[in-house]
């Protein structure tokens, strides 16, 4: 057994950064970073600037809140330095990692602003910006996340993103796109905002839309309290005790993780992992309250979670491994009937927690820089929420009948859609996978939903268009092997490039057009000597030399 | 089908009995084989019994087994060469490597690619030749254009049988696809130009066989060094066969020389057209002609997809283990031809991107061979001697394309092309006159009156055994 070089589980009593305080529906989270807490030892994170450790704690600390405190419904995020509410990404950190590492840092955190987004208006749980001093680049941006930004007037706090003027890069977690498209500032004030590195205050940034609201510095608790106020009395979350989220229990060898729905398994030959998750094996709760009884063991939190844990794994510490295979196993009836709570007891709040959960980790494969997979065998279970595995893949391959060598064989494979697929888990677009598969095209959209409740085999399912390709049992090894194979063989950033042009069909949304950006503007910035190179500006940075810029515009 | 039953049909050493994909597989593929063959092989002489060798096996027993038997009855066989143990890649990016058994996903689709062209020709010269029997100038004769038909057919079964093996379903469809292509079709014409002309004539069936079959010698011999071991098996037995088809053409040709000569003898002129025969200029047209477009098969002077094939080491070049070189060639470099205003001048190039010049060099050498031979029965003779054309004459493909040059290697100007070519290449009446020589001769041992005897028969039988029962 071995130690992931970086490890997305976290717990409370480990937290070095981040400060929370339940106080009845008020949550407080203090942002304080431990200088010396980086998860590399070349940078010191002063005035509260961030590196991937203080962003894992913080999409845990979104996480438990959910989960742990459904109780609370608004969550004042603040800052626990005297003037700085937070200065950013750390910008030493940034300068000496890799651009894969860069990439992968600003999708996770990205991810969890979008989860703080999603916990405002989906949760209930609402987060206010308390911005308490200087909120720096993505200090900013993490109080863009927030459903209100409330800055201190004392002259000196402002907020801004001054990645342009100091770093030669763009906001790395979706600033520019939410300053217009969520906040609506007037487009030619967000120019003059980016481009000013000491930012806007005070009445100003209000008048601009920077932020909703300021307050002097002894009036802003009451300013804060007042909002949490008012905006707790519009959430229904409920006056209860949560689930307590129990560490997964999971075992990482070299070439395989285990956990206890899902295992994956690492061919390094062809850099493919293969997902298999299994279907419940146990009679499942069959509404909110039995949910709620089973705390962190019921399979469809257990399996969400493992399935989000290990996708963050394998993204960050198995950059090679280039493809991603889903299998199932199991009784696809066990699936439908564990997801019965999600259709029979959508009200309650944990059923909403762990519903939005699916989402969020769904959509982390849809954002994942990977070749995705799907096999359909028999003996799967790739029905209702296991079916979006199906719809989620860049590819899937399903058996035609059935293993014919095998002295007893199998039931053929089975796909089965329920109410699951049609609007419980959408897409960063806003439309079900189904709806995107079909996008444009009705009468294929319809055709295939009218199959729901039905097990369709290969022919069925090839018919309403849900597989791409139904090998039989004499071509299925060759068919998947040479797949797996030619795909190592290409290059990544195209097959990247690829992927991703073709999952986000139809309308773009502020999520699709923030990971779109990061990934064409962002990404090509980050390659460009002028912020790269010797003389670019993130080396420079600090060094009291000033860049110098190749100034022909591409 | 019990195994027995299956190895009986199809003689085999790939264990087909055991592999019940590949049954499956073929077992789709033979009827519309079958019905092909029907459609398009042989027109007529389907039924007659036919002198012909079947191989049964690889082995120096197996290959040549001769028997009367129908042609719809021919054993059309799967064989590969035998297996060299631990056979490495000789050249490219993979050199010393262990040889491939499998085929590697990152390749299959340039593997599919060539298999699915070189296998294209094979049924194409079935199409091609399929009216001719009906003017053989001899049994022997037309025993040998059946022998080289069915061959042609086992050699699509051999490549049938890879891409049924290998390439899973799309292997399938482009099996299913080469039955579906027809030679001069329109709408769904074979794949090589050169491949889409009737073969009119049996001079041209001579000439074809000696040049054209020759170029797939030299594709096969290529690819025989494939580190895709089963394509290099295949291969390697393919070529044992083809050296028949090269033996059709060779002496087919020899022995109109022959003829032409003892004409010209008996009647003390060059003209022997009046006497039945074929003058030595028509002749040469012909060879202009089938040289320069069997030329044009082995492509352009430079090819990237030549060099990503050496390099990936699916296609290496002829006798690429003899060779003393690295075997990368990236260094090393070649002239190839190139035109250039007007003038046909050479330009030095990586030998990894002249390729397919190399290959073509190759061939021409070889060519060189028979009009050699030829030229020893017209030197006794006192006549002027055969040649092959410059390499820029008559060319649609790669540098020449679009110039005029003459069969000596002049670049000329268009008028002087035009006021030449009946000069050099068969014109309508040759091509009359040849036709008029085509007439059946169905009697054992006797022959046309164009061409002379063979100096032996078909596996130690005479001249005029009954090589097809009419």
């Not at chain 1, 609402?126 to 004392?154: F, K, P």
């Not at chain 1, 905002?193 to 608790?221: C, H, K, M, Y």
């Not at chain 2, 690429?320 to 190839?336: G, I, M, P, S």
């Not at chain 2, 004459?393 to 670049?411: E, K, L, M």
């Amino acid at each position: 057994m071995t130690e992931p070089d970086i490890d997305f589980a976290t717990d409370p009593d480990d937290y070095r950064h981040w400060q929370l305080d339940v106080d009845g529906p008020v949550a407080t989270l203090q942002m304080q970073v431990d200088p010396h807490g980086g998860i590399r030892g070349d940078y010191e994170l002063k005035t509260n600037s961030y590196d991937l450790g203080v962003d894992i704690e913080l999409h845990d600390i979104v996480q438990r809140l959910r989960f742990e405190h459904p109780g609370v419904k608004t969550v004042v995020l603040t800052g626990g330095l005297d003037k700085i509410f937070c200065a950013g990404a750390n910008i030493q950190m940034l300068a000496g990692a890799s651009h894969g590492h860069k990439v992968n840092f600003c999708k996770f955190t990205n991810e969890t602003r979008n989860a703080i987004e999603d916990a405002s208006a989906n949760s209930r749980q609402v987060w206010i910006a308390a911005v308490n001093g200087t909120a720096a680049g993505g200090g900013y941006e993490l109080a863009l996340a927030c459903d209100e930004i409330h800055l201190v007037d004392d002259r000196s706090s402002a907020v801004s993103l001054p990645e342009i003027p100091l770093l030669a890069v763009l906001p790395g977690t979706g600033g520019l796109t939410r300053v217009v498209e969520k906040r609506r500032v007037r487009r030619d004030l967000a120019d003059a905002f980016s481009t000013r590195n000491e930012g806007v205050r005070g009445q100003t940034a209000v008048d601009w839309g920077l932020v909703d609201g300021i307050a002097p510095a002894s009036a802003f608790e009451a300013h804060i309290a007042h909002r949490c106020e008012i905006r707790g009395a519009e959430s229904d979350r409920p006056d209860t005790a949560g689930i307590t989220l129990a560490p997964l229990q999971r075992t990482i060898e070299e070439d395989t993780i285990r956990y206890g729905t899902l295992s994956v398994d690492i061919a390094r030959n062809t850099n493919a992992a293969t997902f298999t998750l299994a279907a419940p094996t146990t009679t499942q709760p069959t509404d909110g309250a039995g949910l709620h009884a089973s705390g962190p063991d019921s399979w469809l939190l257990q399996a969400a979670r493992e399935l989000d844990d290990a996708i963050l794994h394998l993204r960050f510490n198995e950059t090679e491994v280039g493809t991603w295979v889903f299998r199932t196993t199991g009784d696809p009836d066990a699936v439908l009937s564990a997801e019965a709570p999600l259709h029979d007891d959508a009200d309650h709040w944990l059923v909403r927690e762990i519903r939005l959960l699916w989402a969020r980790t769904l959509k982390r494969l849809d954002v994942s820089a990977r070749s995705l997979v799907t096999l359909i065998e028999p003996g799967s279970a790739f029905a209702g929420l296991l079916a979006e595995l199906v719809l989620v893949a860049d590819r899937s391959f399903m058996l035609d009948g059935t293993w014919e060598d095998l002295d007893d064989p199998p039931e053929p494979a089975t796909v089965r859609l329920s109410a699951a697929n049609l609007g419980l888990v959408p897409m960063s677009n806003g439309l079900t996978r189904l709806a995107t598969r079909f996008w444009g095209r009705d009468d294929a959209l319809a055709a295939a939903t009218s199959t729901i409740d039905t097990d369709l085999d290969a022919a069925a399912a090839a018919a309403v268009e849900l597989v791409t390709f139904t090998p039989d049992d004499l071509d299925w090894d060759d068919e998947i092997r040479l797949m797996l194979e030619e795909r190592n063989s290409f290059s990544p950033d195209a097959l990247t490039g690829m992927e991703a042009n073709y999952r986000f069909v139809g309308p773009e949304t502020l999520e699709t057009k923030i990971f779109s950006r990061l990934s064409a503007w962002q990404n090509w910035i980050f390659q460009r000597p002028n912020a790269v190179g010797p003389e670019g500006a993130l080396q420079r940075f600090g060094t009291g030399s000033r860049p110098n810029f190749d100034k022909r515009r591409v | 089908m019990s195994t027995v039953d299956i190895d009986a049909k199809i003689p085999n050493n790939v264990d087909l009995a055991g592999d019940r994909r590949l049954q499956r597989a073929l077992e789709a593929w033979q009827p519309k084989f079958v019905r092909w063959w029907e459609d398009l092989g042989p027109s007529a002489f389907k039924r007659n019994e036919v002198y012909l060798r079947t191989a049964i096996d690889v082995g120096r027993d197996g290959w040549a087994n001769f028997d009367h038997v129908e042609m719809p009855d021919y054993r059309w066989g799967i064989f590969l060469a035998e297996q060299e143990p631990d056979r490495t890649i000789a050249f490219g990016d993979h050199k010393g490597e262990a040889a491939w058994q499998e085929v590697p996903g990152e390749y299959r689709s340039d593997l599919q690619r060539l298999i699915v062209v070189q296998g294209d020709t094979e049924p194409a010269s079935v199409e091609q030749q399929r009216h001719l029997s009906l003017t053989a100038p001899s049994l022997y004769d037309m025993r040998n254009l059946f022998q080289v038909n069915v061959e042609e057919g086992r050699h699509l079964w051999a490549m049938v049988y890879l891409l049924h093996r290998y390439f899973g379903r799309d292997g399938r469809e482009e099996a299913d696809e080469m039955l579906e292509r027809h030679s001069g079709d329109d709408d769904n014409p074979r794949i090589l130009g050169a491949f889409n002309e009737e073969t009119p004539d049996w001079l041209s069936f001579f000439m074809f066989t000696y040049f054209t079959d020759r170029d797939g010698k030299y594709q096969l011999a290529s690819l025989r060094e494939s580190a895709f071991d089963p394509l290099s098996r295949t291969c390697d037995f393919m070529l044992k066969e083809e050296a028949h088809h090269m033996f059709v053409g060779a002496s087919g040709v020899g022995r109109v020389v022959q003829r032409t000569l003892e004409l010209m003898l008996e009647h003390d002129t060059d003209d022997v057209h009046p006497y039945g025969g074929i003058n030595l200029d028509l002749l040469q047209k012909y060879i202009n002609f089938h040289f320069s477009v069997s030329a044009d098969l082995f492509g352009a002077e430079t090819s990237t997809n030549a060099a990503n094939y050496y390099a990936a080491g699916i296609k290496g070049r002829f006798q690429e283990e003899k060779r003393d070189d690295d075997h990368q060639l990236k260094t090393a470099y070649r002239n190839v031809p190139l035109w250039e205003d007007g003038q046909i001048g050479e330009r030095e190039v990586t030998q990894l991107s002249a390729l397919n010049e190399t290959l073509r060099d190759d061939y021409i050498e070889d060519c060189q061979k028979g009009l050699d031979r030829w030229n020893r029965m017209l030197a006794d003779a006192g006549a002027n001697e055969l040649r092959l054309p410059h390499t820029g004459f008559h060319r649609d493909v790669g540098t020449f394309r679009d110039t005029h040059v003459s069969p000596d290697g002049r670049a000329i100007s268009e008028d002087e092309w035009n006021a030449n070519v009946d000069a050099w290449l068969p014109t309508a009446d040759d091509r009359s006159h040849v036709q008029s020589l085509q007439v059946g001769v169905n009697e054992p041992g006797k022959m046309a009156g164009w061409l002379a005897p063979p100096s032996r028969g078909i596996h130690q039988k005479p001249i005029d055994y009954d090589y097809v029962k009419v």
